[in-house]
Nanobody, 119 residues
Framework: QVQLVESGGGLVQAGDSLRLSCVAS????????MAWFRQAPGKERELISA????????YSADSLKDRFTMSRNNAQNTVYLQMNNLKPEDTAVYYC????????????WGQGTQVTVSS
């Protein structure tokens, strides 16, 4: 059974930094693409960044890549999202997701972690 568990969210002030973590219980880690999404109230879910476990090919949203960086630790089955210079508009629930290499849609999702940025 695949399980993704996020942590690291919280309430911060504008300009602060946070690092989110996602631990994945995946038997064949190199066969999955991992990603971070976020969803703000009243808005559609947004893909922030994605990374292949084996090829290190990575996607990052143009609007966020200057402040948000995704990384992974294969030995610990963990992906991270480093978020710097946070802004109130970054307030959202942040989700970790996984899909098999080559799949079109993400089939496994974490429960989400709330990030709230005050001005």
């Amino acid at each position: 059974q695949v399980q993704l568990v996020e942590s690291g969210g919280g309430l911060v002030q504008a300009g602060d930094s946070l690092r989110l973590s996602c631990v994945a219980s995946l038997r064949t880690f190199s066969m999955y693409v991992m990603a971070w999404f976020r969803q703000a109230p009243g808005k559609e879910r947004e893909l922030i960044s994605a990374i292949h476990w084996n090829t290190r090919v990575k996607y990052s949203a143009d609007s966020l890549k200057d402040r948000f960086t995704m990384s992974r630790n294969n030995a610990q089955n963990t992906v991270y999202l480093q978020m710097n210079n946070l802004k109130p508009e970054d307030t959202a629930v942040y989700y970790c997701a996984a899909k098999p290499n080559g799949a079109e849609t993400y089939s496994h999702w974490g429960q989400g972690t709330q990030v709230t940025v005050s001005s």
